[in-house]
C-alpha cells in the first residue's frame, strides 16, 4: 500500500459518501446499544428500503457519540440536528422529515456545552465513521500517519516527534511516552514487543472501550507506528473480555487491516513487518499493572512482580517491551499527521493534548467526553456536565477509581492536569470520573473502594493482602458504628503502611480514597465514631448505633 | 511401607494419565461432544504451548459454560501443564466459574456510578425475593445472581444484565418483574 493507493481508497469512499443527499447516523457504541440501539439501526435502514430512498438515504452504524444518557443517540449528518432517546416505532418519522427536522421527536441540542466545550482528538472519528470499515476510516486521513512514518522517516525522526509533542502515558501515571519509546528503542536489535493495554479495570471507567468499539483502526495505526520506532515485529492487545463488542470490532479491523497490507509482512513495500495478536483477560483488576499484564499473556497467574527491570528492558518472554494505553495510541496518529507542534500547543505547560474522561454518577449529563488538559473540574461538572440534577448540594468528585480521590467543593477550581490532581490527593488515572452529591456518604465510598482493592488484590505481597482486608474491617466499624478514636488513628497507619511497602501500583494507591476522604471529609468520620450517625442516611448501622449511645 | 503405599499410588497416577493418552502423545477427549474438538483447536492453533493456558480456558468456558474437574484436567495435558497450574489460573481470574449456572442469570453492575445510584439496594432486592447472594444460584436451578465489576454502561447506571440483555436505570422493583417474566416464559 503505497500513499497514493491509499488516497486512492479515500477518494473513492468519500466520492460514495457524496452521492447521499442524507446522512443518518446511529450510535451503536455499547451505551446505545444497551438501550436497543442495533433495533433503531435495522428499522431505519428498512423504513429507507421500503420507502425506496436507498440511493439517497444512507443510514450508517457509527460509534460513540457522547452523551450515553440519552440514547440511543441518531444524528442527520446534512445539517446536524439530533435527536435522542429514539425508539424502533419512530424511524418512519426521522426518515419523512429528513428536510425539515422532526418537531415530534426529542431534539438533542448540539450547540449546549457539552458538545461545544469539548475538544476531540483522540475522539474526533467517534460517531463520525462506520468501526467496522477499514475505507471509512481511511476516507477521514486514517493510516496517512503509518504509511507515511514507514516510508519517509527513520524509527528516530518518529521518536522525535513523540518527545517533542510532549504525550504523557493516558493511563494514569503521566509517564513521557517518548521516553518510554526510547528506552525500548535503546536496548539494540533483537526481537522485541508492543503490547496495547486494554485492561480497563477501573470501575466507573469505559474510555477505552469506547475507543476500541468506535474506532479501532486509530489504536492499530498508533502500535504499528510504534513497533516501527521502536523496533518490534510483534504486538498484542491485551483487551478485557468483559467487552465483546469491542473484541469483535478489534478482530475485524485487524483482518481488514491484514488484507490492504497495512498490518503483517513487509508493508507499504518496506522491510518492516508486524503482526497484532488479541490476547483477552480474564477479569483480574491487577492484570492492569503492566508486569502482571505480561504474566497473564505468558498464560500465568497474574501476579506483578518487582520492578526494575522495567518491561522496557526485559519484558514478554523476557524480550525488551514497550506497554501503552489505548488512549496513548490512539494520540500517536495525529501527532505524526498534524506535527508535534500542534500537538503541544494543547493543554498546560506539563501536561499535553487532551484526556477522555468517562463523566458518570450524579451529574445531569453522563458520558464520554474529550476535553484540553488544564481545563477547571468546575467547568467539566457544571458545563459539560450540566450540574448536579434535582437541586442536590455537591459533595464530591472521584477521579482515577480505586487509586484516586476524592475532590470537595474548595477544589474545584484546579485545572485537570498530572500535577494539579496530584498536589490535591488525588490522580488523573484513566480517566473514570464520578460525581456525587449529599447522598453519598464519603466514609461508605472509602469502603466501596478498599472493599474493591481488597478482593482485587492477588495475593502476593503481605502489605497489600492483609492490608487492605484490616483498613475494610476498620471501615466496616466505623459504617457500622462501632469504632473508636482509636480505630481512626489505627486506620491512619495502615494506610501509611500499605502505602509505602505494597509491591506494586494496586497496593501502593490503595490507601488514597481513604486519605482523600480523611483529609476533606474528616467530619463524616468524626460523625460516624462519635454518634451522630451518618449525615448521607447510607450507614445505617451508624444510625443506629448513634441512637443508642446518645440515649445512654 | 510408606514407600510401597508411594509407589503403587504413582503407579496408579501413572497409569491414569497413560489412559488418558492416544497412541500420539494426546489426551483423548473427555468424551465425544463435539465441543472438546473446538477445545482441541485452540490448543493447537497455539501450539499446545503453556502459554495458551488462558486462552483455552476461554474457550472451554465459551464452549461449556464452565470448567469442571474433567476440563481442567483435559487442559493440563493437553497443554502439559501441571493439574496444579491450571487450577490457580483457572480459579485467580474472576471471568472463569467453576460451577454451572442456573437457567437464568442476573448479573448486577457494582462498578462505582451503579454503586452510588442504586446497586446496593438492587442485590438487597435480589436477596429477599429470591435467598440468594451475589455468587449463589437458587436451589431450583432458575436463577444464578453475579455482580460485575463495571459493565461500562456507566450512563445507564445503575445497569443490570438479564440474560444477556442490559437494563439500564432500572429499580428494584422493575427488576425483580422482569426477572419473574423471564423465568415463567
Redesign the interface.
Known amino acids: 500500500m503505497t500513499l497514493d493507493e491509499l488516497q486512492k481508497i479515500a477518494e473513492t469512499e468519500r466520492e460514495t459518501e457524496k452521492k447521499y443527499q442524507h446522512r443518518v447516523h446511529v450510535c451503536i457504541a ?2 446505545c ?3 436497543g440501539a442495533d433495533q433503531v439501526r435495522d428499522a431505519l435502514k428498512k423504513e429507507v428500503a421500503e420507502s425506496g430512498m436507498g440511493n439517497e438515504v444512507l443510514v450508517k452504524g457509527v460509534g460513540c457519540m457522547g ?3 440519552a ?1 440511543p443517540l441518531v444524528s442527520i449528518e446534512s445539517d446536524g440536528k439530533m435527536y435522542a432517546n429514539v425508539a424502533p416505532e419512530e424511524a418512519p418519522e426521522v426518515i419523512r422529515n429528513l428536510d425539515t427536522g422532526s418537531e415530534a421527536l426529542k431534539r438533542c441540542p448540539t450547540d449546549i456545552p457539552f458538545f461545544s466545550r469539548q475538544k476531540k482528538i483522540v475522539l474526533e472519528n467517534s460517531g463520525k465513521i462506520d468501526p467496522e470499515r477499514i475505507e471509512d476510516y481511511i476516507a477521514h486521513g486514517g493510516y496517512l500517519a503509518l504509511v507515511t512514518a514507514i516510508t519517509e522517516m527513520t524509527p528516530q525522526e518518529v521518536i522525535q516527534q513523540i518527545v517533542r509533542s510532549g504525550l504523557r502515558g493516558r493511563g494514569g501515571a503521566g509517564y513521557p511516552t517518548g521516553l518510554k519509546w526510547t528506552t525500548v528503542f535503546k536496548t539494540g536489535e533483537q526481537e522485541k514487543y508492543v503490547i496495547c493495554n486494554a485492561d ?7 474510555m477505552d ?1 469506547a475507543v476500541l468499539e468506535s474506532d479501532p483502526h486509530r489504536v492499530l495505526e498508533g502500535m504499528a507506528i510504534a513497533a516501527y520506532a521502536v523496533g518490534a515485529q510483534k504486538g498484542y492487545i491485551y483487551v478485557r ?3 465483546p463488542l469491542a473484541v469483535k470490532h478489534l478482530r475485524t479491523a485487524i483482518h481488514q487491516a491484514e488484507r490492504l497490507g497495512l498490518l503483517g509482512n513487509k508493508i507499504s513495500g518496506t522491510r518492516f513487518s508486524f503482526h497484532v495478536d488479541i ?7 491487577v492484570c492492569g499493572e503492566e508486569t502482571a499484564l505480561i504474566a ?7 501476579t506483578p512482580r518487582p520492578r526494575p527491570p522495567y518491561p522496557a528492558a526485559e519484558g514478554l518472554w523476557g524480550c525488551p517491551t514497550l506497554i501503552n494505553n489505548v488512549e496513548t495510541f490512539a494520540n500517536v496518529a495525529p501527532i505524526i499527521r498534524n506535527g508535534p507542534e500542534w500537538f503541544s500547543f494543547i493543554g498546560t505547560e506539563k501536561s499535553k493534548g487532551t484526556k477522555v474522561f ?1 463523566l ?3 451529574v445531569a449529563n ?2 464520554l467526553i474529550e476535553v484540553p488538559m488544564g481545563i477547571t473540574l468546575r467547568e467539566i461538572i457544571n458545563e459539560i456536565g450540566g450540574g448536579i440534577p434535582d437541586g442536590k448540594k455537591y459533595k464530591a468528585v ?1 477521579t482515577g ?1 480505586p487509586s484516586g480521590g476524592c475532590i470537595p467543593e474548595e477544589h474545584l477550581d484546579s485545572p485537570v492536569d498530572y500535577e494539579s490532581l496530584a498536589r490535591i490527593g488525588s490522580i488523573m488515572g484513566s480517566g ?1 470520573m ?1 460525581v ?1 452529591d449529599e ?2 456518604c464519603m466514609v461508605d ?1 472509602a469502603k ?2 478498599m472493599e ?1 482493592c481488597m478482593s482485587e488484590s ?1 495475593g502476593k505481597c503481605v502489605p497489600c493482602r492483609a492490608g487492605t482486608q484490616q483498613m475494610h474491617q476498620v471501615l466496616e466499624k466505623i459504617t457500622s458504628g462501632e469504632a473508636t478514636a482509636g480505630d481512626l488513628a489505627l486506620l491512619e497507619e495502615l494506610c501509611d503502611l500499605v502505602r509505602s511497602t505494597a509491591m506494586c501500583g494496586l497496593g501502593q494507591s490503595a490507601p488514597n480514597p481513604v486519605l482523600t476522604t480523611l483529609r476533606y471529609f474528616r467530619e463524616e468520620y468524626r460523625s460516624h465514631i462519635e454518634g451522630q450517625g451518618c449525615s448521607a442516611g447510607v450507614c445505617q448501622g451508624a444510625c443506629k448505633g448513634g441512637k443508642e449511645e446518645v440515649s445512654a | 511401607m510408606l514407600l510401597i503405599i508411594g509407589c503403587e499410588y504413582l503407579e496408579f497416577e501413572m497409569q491414569s494419565i497413560l489412559s488418558m493418552l492416544t497412541y500420539s502423545g494426546q489426551p483423548q477427549l473427555p468424551s465425544d461432544d463435539k465441543r472438546w474438538k473446538i477445545v482441541e483447536a485452540t490448543a493447537r492453533r497455539h501450539g499446545r ?7 483455552t ?2 474457550t472451554v468456558q465459551e464452549c461449556f459454560g464452565y470448567l469442571d474437574e474433567a476440563a481442567l484436567r483435559f487442559v493440563a495435558l493437553t497443554l502439559r ?1 501441571p493439574l496444579s ?1 491450571v487450577y ?2 483457572a480459579t ?5 466459574t467453576l460451577k454451572p449456572k442456573g437457567k437464568h442469570t442476573c448479573v448486577v453492575c ?4 451503579c ?3 442504586g446497586a446496593p439496594a438492587l442485590l438487597a432486592a435480589l436477596e429477599r425475593a429470591h435467598g440468594v447472594k451475589p455468587g449463589e444460584t437458587t436451589p431450583d436451578n432458575d436463577l444464578s445472581v453475579l455482580t ?10 445503575p ?1 443490570v444484565v438479564l440474560d444477556n440483555a ?3 436505570k432500572i429499580g428494584p422493583d422493575e427488576m425483580l418483574a422482569r426477572i419473574q417474566k423471564g423465568i415463567r416464559q
Do not use: N, W
Not at chain 1, 480497563?200 to 469505559?206: C, K, L, R, S, V
Not at chain 1, 490476547?279 to 483488576?285: H, I, K, N, S, V
Not at chain 2, 504451548?49 to 486462552?55: C, G, N
Open positions: 455499547a451505551g446499544l444497551s438501550s452523551l450515553c444518557s440514547g480497563e479495570g477501573d470501575p466507573g471507567a469505559f472501550r473480555a468483559e467487552y490476547r483477552l483477560g480474564a477479569g483480574a483488576f497473564s499473556i505468558e498464560g500465568k497467574r497474574g468517562a458518570a454518577g450524579r453522563t458520558g472521584q477509581g473514570g464520578i456525587m447522598t453519598s465510598v466501596y473502594f474493591f492477588c | 504451548e503453556p502459554r495458551a493456558l488462558i486462552e480456558l476461554h501443564v497450574r490457580g489460573a485467580f481470574y474472576h471471568f472463569f457494582t462498578g462505582t456510578a454503586y452510588i445510584k460485575a465489576r463495571c459493565l461500562g454502561s456507566c450512563g445507564l447506571a445497569a442490559v437494563l439500564g
